[in-house]
């Protein structure tokens, strides 16, 4: 049983950074996908950006602004996000799952079984 802890969101206005942090009870980087998805209100929850050993995947809405990354040692895996934007606003959670291809990345259509409680996001224009 994997458990996930979210931190660092906050309010900034457009433009801005926030790094979210995702704690980890145990190693997850050697064969799990960890993922960040968003939930805006009154919309689905979306797939944000994905990792697994030195794969990654993003979303089209925030390629080129939002970074994920794992640091092993910490059990902590990240999302930085620059040059932030109002349509960012949403809560943001952490997932993990044993990793698998999908047929053409990794972590692809994978079904995530544990998530952290998530952190608010909102960027103000």
């Known amino acids: 049983q994997v458990q996930l802890g979210e931190s660092g969101g906050g309010s900034v206005q457009a433009g801005g950074s926030l790094r979210l942090s995702c704690k980890a009870s145990q190693d997850i980087g050697s064969t799990y996908c960890l993922a960040w998805f968003r939930q805006a209100p009154g919309k689905e929850r979306e797939e944000v950006a994905t990792?697994?050993?030195?794969?990654?995947h993003y979303a089209d809405a925030v390629k080129g602004r939002f970074t994920i990354s794992l640091d092993n040692a910490q059990h902590t895996g990240y999302l930085q996000m620059n040059n932030l934007k109002p349509e960012d606003t949403a809560m943001y959670y952490c997932a993990a799952a044993p990793a698998r291809f999908g047929g053409e990345r990794w972590c692809e259509n994978l079904e995530y079984e544990y998530w952290g409680q998530g952190t608010q996001v909102a960027v103000s224009s």
């Open positions: 990792f697994y050993w030195i794969h990654t």
